[in-house]
T-cell receptor
Framework: SQQGEEDPQALSIQEGENATMNCSYK?????LQWYRQNSGRGLVHLIL?????REKHSGRLRVTLDTSKKSSSLLITASRAADTASYFC??????????FGTGTRLTIIP | DTGVSQNPRHKITKRGQNVTFRCDPI?????LYWYRQTLGQGPEFLTY????????KSRLLSDRFSAERPKGSFSTLEIQRTEQGDSAMYLC?????????FGQGTRLTVV
């Protein structure tokens, strides 16, 4: 069973606004990664943050990690229609397999 | 294209038939993973290889499922005596250090 929880489950915003998604987990982790999945397609790797990092940026993406609260957030700034997708956090702890969250379905309204 | 490649992309099979999927990882990646994803859920881990050695199998991987990675290159996932509950997207990923790259998946429909 999946151990990660993502919040919100679904999010609709106007194009140009910022979107924030949150991920919570239950154990210690080595790293946490965020993926995007367009409908019925494979997962695209967005960003990886290690357990000793607190914040990371990549283009319009900003990821934070709070290991004391066992949580991470993904911020997408200046959203575009092409950002419409499902977003998943995934993490590993002690071994290499990834445990995925339940996902956030993001819809950008033009 | 040097990404992870999966074949076929779609497979429709009758209940009780056997199916086999193939995954070609990124060539320099020594770790390969299989995941299963059902509608509206995140992927769930099935099994993992380091080179040709299968190091871990999930409880989700019943005895009808078998995976191989001969010579540590491509991998196959076989499902015997398929059931309707096997309908899902089967995803393959590979990595070398930490960042896992996924293929486009094989969508299996059991009718």
């Amino acid at each position: 069973s999946q151990q990660g929880e993502e919040d919100p489950q679904a999010l609709s915003i106007q194009e140009g606004e910022n979107a924030t998604m949150n991920c919570s987990y239950k154990t210690s982790i080595n790293n946490l990664q965020w993926y995007r999945q367009n409908s019925g397609r494979g997962l695209v790797h967005l960003i990886l943050i290690r357990s000793n990092e607190r914040e990371k940026h990549s283009g319009r993406l900003r990821v934070t990690l709070d290991t004391s609260k066992k949580s991470s957030s993904l911020l997408i700034t200046a959203s575009r229609a092409a950002d419409t997708a499902s977003y998943f956090c995934a993490y590993n702890f002690g071994n290499e397999k990834l445990t995925f969250g339940t996902g956030t379905r993001l819809t950008i309204i033009p | 294209d040097t990404g992870v490649s999966q074949n076929p992309r779609h497979k429709i099979t009758k209940r009780g038939q056997n199916v086999t999927f193939r995954c070609d990882p990124i060539s320099e990646h020594n770790r390969l993973y299989w995941y299963r994803q059902t509608l509206g859920q995140g992927p769930e881990f099935l099994t993992y290889f380091q080179n040709e050695a299968q190091l871990e199998k999930s409880r989700l991987l019943s005895d009808r499922f078998s995976a191989e990675r001969p010579k540590g290159s491509f991998s196959t996932l076989e499902i015997q005596r398929t059931e309707q509950g096997d309908s899902a997207m089967y995803l393959c990923a590979s990595d070398r250090i930490a960042e896992a790259f996924f293929g486009q998946g094989t969508r299996l429909t059991v009718v």
